[in-house]
């Protein structure tokens, strides 16, 4: 029933926006309008051709299409003689007649009885807010275009979309059907709301939001109103689009869709070849950009050095991303979204078919599958009885090198762009005038013509080009002979007979005038042009390798789980073994399984078949487990810190882990293997964290530590109370007072807010069983749920583990105090530079440290760090870790682990554990990883020496028995990549010189995170 309810709830509104026609202030005209079109070429669809075929529409509708048959009384009727008839384009993606807010607008907007986010406008319908734009309509319907689904592109909840038809009507009769869908993205826009400022903020937010309407709807009687909350419970029940600025957002668009289990339809950005299988795994339609991008101009070679091989490669692979969407079978419409102009649509189409999309498709793709996406294809889309009179009138196929759209029809009205009667010039003529015969040649396309003369007895290479300007069937010409500008010759007539027969009256120097003919050649063997029914393409351009991913480094193929023995290896194993010398390691499906001297595998394994077995010889070489790096911002997109809020605990650093970062490649150079990628420290309370496995060419969602235990990110100092940045944000809190009431506050409000779910919860379970339980109702709504409350409980029920950022010895004893008090443990204090100041006291509180090695004096909280930290730390029985919360250290983590024997005269095996063993401990992944024993997970590091010297270098990485990384191969691979350049950069330098347009070299600066890094760094569209 309260489904019902909420259906109705959302359908009444829709049913009340009854479009009303002004009433007429002249006489009407009842005159109704009927028009066949005979012998024509009829393309019904993209995959149906019908020869001497008619149409016939009337008042804005298709009445009958198809072959022999009977003209209505009373048409006019319109011999096409041969000419082609096609559905209309249909644009599935354009905000035309509704740009994105500006400031002004913001400002004036109200907030009453709406959401507190300003990014969240899920009550924007597009038939409300459009405003007809003339200009853009016109060159939409220049290249084909009939109708178009428009949203305002502005915020994360955007609102509905509306059909347009583009026939110059006033909204009332142009919005042919509103609220086709509901659009989304993780961009919020013009909104100055503080949140969100980062990419893991704005899924946290969507995420909560969905949540929130879900809860909206089924409250009998809300206690507050909310207009976004209705509009976006409505919009969950239909259909919606959710633009994804890359290949890995659309893989978290159809995670999030996956979590709720909503459909969807996801509008991507041309680079989706790159995660293919990943992409085809999802099972959701696209919306696919064809804006192909521009070579660089990479003529100079240090210029050349700047474009990145991804950007490099995404240039060559664009044009085929359609073609291997269609061969993966993934349903798609095409959009020219992202264009600054719609100049070279249709040669760019055509290039995807010279890349391999088939040419019915390519029509398909702008035609019939965007009307089937959005429920439009019972109007539009093809040419059948009762669809919409939406077509084109062509002069060959859509997809011909010559091909000129003469006419546009808009739900049956007329829009001539090139009259298909116009005379055709083209031809050599005989020129009378004078009593002199000259020969005039006319060449080129229409409006592009060339007009050159010369006397009938003179060489080609004594011709003139003529100055030509031409109005309907008038035409003025000048020129003079050559190298005789003073004998100029100005002539002005007319052209008859379909433009075999010019003439008119010239004037002479001096203004003697005189009459001129002009009759056409027959050509010998000429007979009427044929019009083609197929497309005329190149064939398809050779399509580079893809490398996964596609920064280079990456796999052509993803390598194996191998079964593998190292053979007299000296094995760190990190246990009570220490270190063995001449032992053997045995790895099968992705586990250790045996240890020790002269393993017999094939003793391993019972019964006949035995898996092939790989041997390395470890001679004289060192093998470890993979190092752990415990706080880590590598692979992360579009901001590490959800800074606006001093309290985050929705977000989660798993929906935006980048699986492209070349960092997790150098990683696996240094030996690392897991990392734990923490929120930035902007947040007394920041975000959860997400354990990965650095499993190299995956897809994000892959790297994931799957059932790993829960963590998150909190932060004590400088970056928390930002008091003293220059520029303060006003954010509370603004003291280290402050921040502890912020942690002491956030925890009562957890408590409170589980007590009051568990309340209803167990009350509601009581009434069930026919319990009153002391509630005055049958059933009691369950309260509002709250992702941010919902994180800290688990930390209150002992849950989720956190990793706090710290350096000052009275800020550590402050949160120790607080998780004391409130009945939690606080798990790791990583950086905690002054950790050796209270060292007993973090043992009793059982807290571990993870910290720099050799850190101090970078900011005035940590001029009391000394490099002496980790040794003393682990002296007084903490557990002890070596972190880098740096990309480029992450890299030498083993020279890090080293500094403690330096500095602190820890042993090689214990300092060797602070980048292994203990950090393992810390994120409670120690039963699986962080030491070489039978049954744990083969992440092993093959070393050319002892792995704390300087010297040491990996040789070989593996990842849960999966080789990542190889020296050997990282040389072929670095050969590979300096040739693929090389052979992209002269295919860019040859596109130059056949004239395609090119853009400025410049340099691809990944970002780096930081802990204090605010705010999401703007990625260029061309980014790949």
Known sequence: MRNLLRFLACLLPSLALGQSTAPPVHVVSTAQTLVAFTNATLHPDARTVLLKATLVVKNGEVIAAGNDMVIPAGAVVRDLNGLHIWPALIEPYSDLGLPASNADERKTETRAGRHWNGALRADAHAHQL???????????????????????????????????????????????????????????????DAYPNSLTGSIALVRQAFLDALWYGSLRAPKETDAVLHELGCQLDGRMVFDAGD????????KVLAEFSLPGIIKGAGDEYARLAEIKAAGLPLIVPFNLPEAYDVEDPYDAQEVSFARLKHWELAPFNAAMLDSAAIPFALTTHGRKDLAAVWKELRKLVACGLDSARAIEALTTD?????????????????MAANFLITSHHLLHEKNVIHETWVTGKRYLLDDPDKPKLQGTYELNMVNAIWVMDISGERDKQEVTVRRSSEDDSLKVKVRFERQGSLVSLSFAPKDKPAELLRLNGTIHAGGGLWDGQGQKPGGDWFAWSALRKAERGASKPARSDTTKVKPPSIRGAINYPLVGYGWLLPPQQETVVFRNATVWTNTANGILRNADVLVHEGRVVAVGAKLDAGSVFPGKKKPPLAEVDATGKHLT???????????????????????TSEVRMGDVVNPDDVNIYRDLAGGVTTAQLLHGSANAIGGQSALIKLR????????????????????????????????????????????????????LRAKAYQAERDRVQVASGQVKKGKKAGLDVIDEEMPRRDLRLEALAEILRGERDISCHSYVQSEIGMLMHVADSMGFTVNTFTHILEGYKLAATMKAHGASASTFSDWWAYKFEVVEAIPHNAALLHLNGVNTGINSDDAEMSRRLNQEAAKA???????????WKMVTLNPARMLKLDQ???????????????WSSEPLSIDARALKTYVDGVCYY?????????????????????AMMQAKSEGAPTKKARRDQPRLWECEDLGDEEEEDDAH
């Open 247 to 254: 290949r890995n957002d659309v893989l978290r668009w159809s």
């Open 370 to 386: 965007p009307a089937r996406l959005f429920g439009l294809d019972d109007r539009y889309g093809a040419l059948r009885a009762g």
């Open 966 to 986: 190889d020296e050997a191969r990282d040389r072929e691979q670095r050969a590979w990549i300096a040739t693929e350049r090389d052979r992209i950069v002269r």
């Open 901 to 911: 024997m330096k500095y602190g005269g820890v042993s090689a095996e214990e300092a």
């Open 130 to 192: 459009y405003k007809a734009d003339g200009d853009r309509s016109t060159k939409l319907r220049e290249q084909g275009f009939a109708l178009v689904i428009a949203h305002r592109m502005d915020g994360i909840a955007r609102g509905t979309s509306a059909a347009i038809v583009l026939n110059d009507e006033e909204p009332v009769k142009s919005i042919v059907r509103p609220d086709v869908s509901a659009h989304f993205s993780f961009r919020k826009g013009s909104s100055k």
């Open 928 to 942: 699986r990883i962080g030491s070489v024993e039978v049954g744990k997970d083969a992440d092993l590091v093959l």
């Open 696 to 747: 190299w060419g995956h897809a994000a969602d892959s790297l994931l530590l799957r059932n790993a235990p829960k963590r998150i990110k909190f932060a004590l100092g400088e970056n928390v109370k930002q008091s003293n940045w220059g520029d303060p944000s006003g954010r509370f809190p603004q003291t280290r007072m402050g921040v502890e009431q912020v942690f002491y506050d956030a925890f």
């Open 625 to 647: 487990c993979g190092i752990v790096d415990e706080h880590s911002h590598i692979a992360i997109s579009r901001g590490v810190n959800e800074g606006s809020h001093s309290v």
